[in-house]
Each structure stands twice: as structure tokens, then as C-alpha cells.
T-cell receptor, first 114, second 115 residues
Framework: AQSVTQLGSHVSVSEGALVLLRCNYS??????LFWYVQYPNQGLQLLLK??????LVKGINGFEAEFKKSETSFHLTKPSAHMSDAAEYFC????????????FGAGTRLFVKA | DAGVTQSPTHLIKTRGQQVTLRCSPK?????VSWYQQALGQGPQFIFQ???????QRGNFPDRFSGHQFPNYSSELNVNALLLGDSALYLC??????????????FGPGTRLLVL
């Protein structure tokens, strides 16, 4: 079985500060890992994904995440927060053996203070 | 190029009724998945359709059923609605039938309220 745990349902940072959103997963098979962002009253937008290869993955809007197998983690970071980054962020895991069934974490709401 | 579209955007039903939600995938996509996102939670996988057949299913009762049409569009049907079915229902499409590395593209969702 697969599962995702996002540490912290709410994270607040100042504009220009480092953003760190934590995600740990469990999977019985090598996983594919994703971060999605959801703005109010909208669907999900893919920020970045890890499938194979380089463990440091760069995504849109300056975000990046590092796959650490030994720690079963896939934390999302951004060096400098912008007001427009305020949104809900979801970490997700999917099996690499077929199908699109994706398991999502409960989400972390990011607040950015001016 | 239109992305994933869903209709209606909002819907209000009463307990015991039936509801049908619709999804048109992104152009060139042939696989559609449905997710339920309850308030304050992450999306939960309902099922996936490819070649007009249900290929994968999450932990949802048989009250939840679906259909995919030859043009790849899809419907989600929920019978005997319960208050707990109130949620945002998201449709996601993907470009390859079972290409595991492919990205899912999500629609804006249909918000269902059951009274």
C-alpha cells in the first residue's frame, strides 16, 4: 500500500523567505512522486515530478524538490517566497508499474506575509 | 488548446438523488481519471477509464460508476447520494493509455453539495 504524509497543515513564511514544505511517503514499489498546487476554486496544477534519474527535480515558478530514498522524503523548496505562492500544496505518489491511481497527501496551505 | 473541462461547475442535490458529472479531456488525451476532494482534504482516486473500460478503481462503493465515450469524454454517476458525498469532484486526463510516466492534467472540478 502507498501513503503520503505532509507535515504541517499550515505553513506561514514572509515574502522573500525560504519555503520548505515537507512530504514523506511509503511505497512497496519504487514510486513516482509529484507536487501539485491548488489555488482557490481551481483544479490542481503540476509543479514538478520525479520518475527516474536525477533526484533533484526542478519545477515551475522556481520550485524544486529532492527525492531521498533513504529518508522516504520528497520535500518541496523555493529559495524566495512570493505573494503569489500562497495556495494549497499537495504531495502525491503513484506506482511505477501501471495505471494512474495517485495517492495524495492531505495538503499544506502556504501563507505568505508581506 | 482547451484543457480539461468539466460540467457543471456547481450542483446542489438532496439525499437519495442521483447525479451525473461530465468531463472532456484535453485534446489528444485518451485516459480519464476521477477524484473526490472533500473539504480540507487531498483528492482521493475514484477510478480510471481507458478505451471505454474501467481500468483501476479506488476504495469507493458501487454507488459510484462511470462511463467513457468513443470521443474519450467521461461521466461520473453517483446514486443514492449521501451527505458525505459533498465534495469537489476532479477529472484528470492523460495522453497515453497506460504510460506511467505521463502527467495527469486536472480540470477545475465540479463542486457538489448534498443537502
Amino acid at each position: 500500500a502507498q501513503s503520503v504524509t505532509q507535515l504541517g497543515s499550515h505553513v506561514s513564511v514572509s515574502e522573500g523567505a525560504l519555503v520548505l514544505l515537507r512530504c514523506n511517503y511509503s511505497s512497496s514499489v519504487p514510486p513516482y512522486l509529484f507536487w501539485y498546487v491548488q489555488y482557490p476554486n481551481q483544479g490542481l496544477q503540476l509543479l514538478l515530478k520525479y520518475t527516474t534519474g536525477a533526484t533533484l527535480v526542478k519545477g515551475i515558478n522556481g520550485f524544486e524538490a529532492e527525492f531521498k530514498k533513504s529518508e522516504t522524503s520528497f520535500h518541496l523548496t523555493k529559495p524566495s517566497a512570493h505573494m503569489s505562492d500562497a495556495a494549497e500544496y499537495f504531495c502525491a505518489v503513484r506506482r511505477n508499474t501501471g495505471g494512474f491511481k495517485t495517492i495524495f497527501g492531505a495538503g499544506t496551505r502556504l501563507f505568505v506575509k508581506a | 488548446d482547451a484543457g480539461v473541462t468539466q460540467s457543471p461547475t456547481h450542483l446542489i442535490k438532496t439525499r437519495g438523488q442521483q447525479v451525473t458529472l461530465r468531463c472532456s479531456p484535453k485534446s489528444g488525451h485518451d485516459t480519464v481519471s476521477w477524484y473526490q476532494q472533500a473539504l480540507g482534504q487531498g483528492p482521493q482516486f475514484i477510478f480510471q477509464y481507458y478505451e471505454e473500460e474501467e481500468r483501476q478503481r479506488g476504495n469507493f462503493p458501487d454507488r459510484f460508476s462511470g462511463h467513457q465515450f468513443p470521443n474519450y469524454s467521461s461521466e461520473l454517476n453517483v446514486n443514492a447520494l449521501l451527505l458525505g458525498d459533498s465534495a469537489l469532484y476532479l477529472c484528470a486526463s492523460s495522453p497515453v493509455g497506460t504510460g506511467v510516466e505521463e502527467t495527469q492534467y486536472f480540470g477545475p472540478g465540479t463542486r457538489l453539495l448534498v443537502l
